[in-house]
């Protein structure tokens, strides 16, 4: 039988992804102990920084490889040759800036001084952070996703054993522990990941030369050729156009989003202040719903975004072969088992999202959080895998238009509605602001390509296996009853019981499905 790359790169970064945030999570809890909320809040203001940052030399640059590659695998290492020396340029530049003049953006950008002390740090992490985004580029696009798994797990064991050994050791001497270990700890990751990646690609680039003598003179002939990419030449630009022409006006895209996207983060500190609350505790409420609350409704998203990741380049293959019939396929498989995700995680993060923020973080505004946001899920997973589609495509200015227009929404929530409202007026941009932008893509995706909408398979019949599933928990509740009664640990209890949903839901919809195969 056939390997599907789809399928199995998804499960592939599926279960890396999955591995990742798990360990990721137990770092945060560990993390949110050692500094607390205020420190995660403080830490999370930083990240506006780093996000525009890896816009301008990082992200579009990895996508505009990831196509080239897909298009054409014969010139993918010059494109990622190319790449690399354009996305290092570009991040040494901004590294320096930003360590140059990292108390004016602290105090006038940010609008915290706190963080000054942790951009030197955060940028210098930005080089490696390139070098890692543009050889996950190359590997994506030869649909080879071991390499970007792998070194997504790497980069998560190294920062999580960075952070545990610092405070060991600043725990051991007396020694305070700041949100600064958690920064180094970024830093020391990215380092290590892009080591990893970049020693993986020589050692499979060197295999690979191992050919027969008559092979091996053209390549070297070929080598030399891409060797000379390394410094400004007709080779160089003959592949630096293309891959600029795509890459500019994402950069640009994802830079204005970026951009916005970090003046939400600057202002929700900020309006919460005006709201009322002082300068700790706004930094405390901001701490639990980045630091928390939203890990946990992202945690699930490592299916869907592992799949987007794979979808690009699979729709630009389809694309390029003009099959539309494959693009539809792709469009209808990803659409429904997003929603399936979506309405699975609603369901577990509403009946379950109280309990959670006890058990975990021992916060009872995270658990309210988390039941809050739980509805952003369906609506979440969808505007991912169909704005990957829609980039697949090349409707690049489409996706950046929808997502301006998104998070315009959301910021006038934040900037307006804040101070009068507190952290509802949050709650409800985002929820809106996610519904907008995946109704969005939708539409804009069907003026170019069939959309299957069917909302009975899509949304009436995993409702109805997710109210199945709850029943069959609420039926097994002397074994719940058991369990509290055993003292068994809350989180054990917790993941028992979303295993129980879990396994429920996706036992109906296989019989659901099955049967439906056999009727055909």
Known sequence: MKKNPLIAGTLLLTAAGFLSRILGFFYRIFLSRAVGAEGLGIYQMVFPVHSVAFALCCGAIQTSISRLVARDAGSGKASLRTGLIISLSLSGLL???IWQFAPFIARFVLLEPACEPLLPVMALSIPFSSIHACICGYYYGMKRTAVPALSQMFEQVIRMS?????VQVLTANGEPVTVSVAVWGMFIGEAGSAVYSYLVYAVKDRNNGRRPQAQKHAKRRRHKSESSSFVPSAGFLATAVPLMAMAVPLMGNRLILNCLQSLEAIFVPNRLIEFGLNHSDALSMYGVLTGMALPFIYFPSAITNSLSVVLLPTVAEAQAQENTARIEKTIYMALRYSLYMGILCVGLFVLFGPELGMTVFQNTAAGDYIRILAWLCPFMYISTTMGSILNGLGKTSSVFVHNA??????????VFGIPHMGMRAYFYGLLLSELLLALLHIVCLNGEVKVPMRAGEMIVKPCLCLAVAVGILY?????????KASEM???VQLAAKGGVICAAYGGMLWVVHEGKREKE
């Open 95 to 97: 590294a320096g800036l």
């Open 405 to 414: 227009v998104s998070m315009l929404l959301n910021l006038s929530f934040v």
């Open 489 to 491: 640990n809350g989180f």
């Open 475 to 483: 039926a097994l509740e002397p074994v719940t009853a058991w369990m």
């Open 162 to 166: 960075a952070v545990f050994l610092m």
